[in-house]
């Protein structure tokens, strides 16, 4: 196991290479450059522009400036925010465990709900329970995320009211109620909607995947022998048909994880929460390159990692993997 | 001995078209008893009809601003309301509607034909440019699509081209260029199980060249699962271009799209409900009925494929 994981993270070394690479391409596709903002402001004289240049190393051969990124990169030199003049990994440093507290919490839930609602709509195949939780996960996958965000908004914060203060049921965004004195029940409220919208985001496709997964196994041989030894049909399911059929739900969610990030940014962008989903899409419509430059970085990076996790988890629950 | 000759290579144009037709006929009557498909197959019907002939017939004027009736709730008149500017929203979702789709069918075309061309050489040469094209798709899917397709949209803005900005063209071009991918796997997957089928081998025997065997040979054969991925991805492109367009990296107002009428309405939620709740209900009624086709359209297509 431990080979298989240490070869695992040598193979993730060329691709964050490569994405390193894309990143710097992409960068400089855009016209203008890292000091397009500064060119028409009539404050920067062009001899001043000339210095900055020389300051961040844009006067040398793109190659050079690839490699003093990425050395720069590694020693934790992560430039500085145009807009906020701060360091942006202090910037994502701040964000990204908001980002991760708001995806965790929402990932688990959408688990714990999506795994039960599979195995009962395969088990009971063609059941009502099986068609209405079948048309309901091909709605989820039919609806824009950002809308149905909207809508929660109207349903409960605009529209519903809290029958004892009179105000919204429950906020409309952000993380906590700014000024007012930190409280679990605060930090709660806060999270019901953007979490439930990420919840819902996910879950259509982990109940198909569990549910396809599921008939599949019950198909199989050992479940009739396990059934034919007279078991009980709730340990034939869980204890020998689960592990096998929760295989196809790992190999998608690990296929999903690069998803998980637009549904992060959706749902951040739509409650103002304040994480690195929000951060990129600030840092886009401002132009700000060292910032949009780190959260790409740090999303691959994260992608990469919890790639890795999926798959050692695979080879957890599938020993033959670990032997290719 | 011409007489012979012509027999053996005339195509019997008679006999082919029967048996296309009743081939249609047959994916047709397959199609109808797939009953959530044909009522999408309904639905995307009326939608389709009002956004071409509901303008034509009411007319529509996007410059004339009655400000005197804006944000109306729905009324008999305005069966919808009408938006910050007094506009009827109906008529604005039958014009918007008009992008929206477009953009949606065409952004499927660009990548389906992407998707097809990387796939079906992919699999049919195989080898390392088998790999290298799947390496790189893998890499795109590696990449959060949102990020992507953000990053290229604000590259395109910076290049400030008057014509093209806040058109439509730009985002058929970064949607179709960056949701290929699946399109690809399929292609080639169904190359690499055609190529090594007999009558391939007797294409090669009769001295058809490899690009008349890719396509006159094998990709008719791939074709059902090409249109069933292609009405799949004309859901997705909808969906993508209006969050893009929500986003404000998309369709610019005054031109109207389902995304960018859903933007104006985020900031008027809490008093104009409602110019929030229609254009996004049409979405996801148009993105489910086309899903809903698509699906119909791949048990009517492919027999062996069940559930």
């Known amino acids: 196991m431990t080979r298989y994981i240490l070869r695992r993270l040598l193979q993730a070394i060329p691709l964050l290479l490569a994405i390193s ?40 051969p793109v190659h050079l400036q690839y490699f003093n990124w990425l050395t720069a990169l590694l020693r934790g030199d992560w430039g500085t925010s145009l807009v906020t003049q701060r360091p942006t990994l202090v910037e994502i440093g701040e964000r990204l465990p908001n980002t991760l507290y708001l995806s965790i919490i929402a990932f688990v839930i959408a688990l714990a709900i999506s795994i039960p609602i599979g195995i009962i709509s395969a088990v009971r195949q063609y059941s009502w329970f099986d068609h209405v939780m079948t048309t309901i996960a091909f709605m ?29 049921l429950l906020p409309g965004g952000g993380m906590y109620t700014i000024g007012a004195t930190a409280s679990l029940e605060d930090r709660l409220t806060h999270l019901i909607l953007p979490a439930s919208l990420l919840v819902i985001h996910n879950l259509s496709g982990h109940v198909r995947y569990m549910r396809a997964g599921m008939l599949d196994v019950l198909l199989q041989d050992y479940i009739r022998t396990a059934h034919a030894k007279g078991l009980k049909e709730r340990a034939v399911i869980l204890k020998h048909a689960l592990k096998n059929a929760v295989l196809p739900l790992v190999t998608i969610i690990g296929l999903e994880i690069p998803g998980l990030f637009n549904g992060a940014l959706l749902t951040e962008v ?42 050692v988890v695979y080879a957890f629950l599938d020993p033959r993997i670990r032997f290719e | 001995m011409t007489t012979t000759a012509t027999t053996i290579g005339q195509v019997d ?17 397959r199609f109808r008893r797939h009953k959530p498909a044909m009522m999408g197959l309904g639905i995307i019907s009326i939608i389709i009809l009002g956004c ?32 910050e500017l007094g506009r009827d929203l109906l008529m604005r979702i039958w014009v918007g509607g008009r992008v929206s789709l477009s953009i949606g069918v065409s952004a499927m075309l660009v990548s389906i034909l ?24 893998d890499f795109l899917l590696s990449i959060p699509h949102l990020f992507a397709l953000l990053l290229a949209a604000q590259i395109v803005r910076t290049m400030n081209i008057p014509e093209l900005s806040g058109g439509p063209l730009p985002i058929i ?40 065997i890719m396509f006159r040979h094998i990709l008719p054969n791939a074709v059902s699962p090409i249109i069933v991925s292609a009405t799949l991805h004309i859901g997705n492109a909808i969906i993508t271009e209006s969050t893009l367009s929500f986003l404000g990296f998309g369709v610019q107002p005054p031109m109207p799209s389902w995304g960018n009428m859903l933007k104006t309405a985020q900031s008027q939620m809490t008093y104009a409900p409602w110019v929030a709740i229609f254009p996004g209900l049409m979405i996801l009624l148009t993105v489910i009925s086309i899903n809903y086709i698509g699906d119909g359209l791949r048990d009517a297509l492919d027999p062996r494929h069940v559930g």
């Open chain 1, 21 to 60: 690479i894309a990143v710097f391409a992409l960068m400089q596709a855009i016209p203008g450059g890292p000091l397009a903002a500064y060119e028409n402001n009539p404050n920067i004289m062009p001899e001043d522009l000339e210095r900055l240049k020389d300051e961040l190393g844009l006067n040398v």
């Open chain 1, 140 to 168: 989820g996958h039919s609806i824009p995320v950002f809308w149905f965000g909207l809508i929660l908004i109207i349903i409960f914060n605009v529209t519903i009211k809290n029958p004892f203060t009179g105000g919204p």
């Open chain 2, 173 to 212: 071009i970064i949607i179709g260029i960056l949701s290929w991918m699946g399109a690809s796997r399929m292609v080639r997957g169904q190359f690499l199980a055609l190529k090594v089928k007999e009558f391939i081998d007797a294409a090669r025997v009769s001295g058809a060249r490899n690009s008349r």
């Open chain 1, 270 to 311: 739509i409650f103002s929460w304040p994480g690195m989903g929000r951060l990129f899409f600030n840092s886009i419509e401002r132009a700000d390159y060292a910032v949009m430059m780190g959260v790409l970085m740090m999303s691959a990076t994260l992608i990469i990692a919890f790639g890795l996790i999926t798959d």
């Open chain 2, 114 to 137: 992407i998707g097809t061309i990387v796939g079906s050489t992919a699999g049919f040469y195989g080898g390392w440019t088998d790999n290298i094209l799947m390496r790189f798709s």
């Open chain 2, 13 to 29: 144009w008679e006999a082919r078209r029967g048996k296309q037709e009743s081939m249609l006929a047959m994916t047709w009557r």
């Open chain 2, 52 to 83: 071409v002939f509901a303008p034509l017939i009411l007319g529509f004027d996007q410059y004339n601003l009655p400000l005197a009736v804006r944000r109306q709730p729905p009324s008999l008149e305005h069966p919808f309301g009408t938006d």
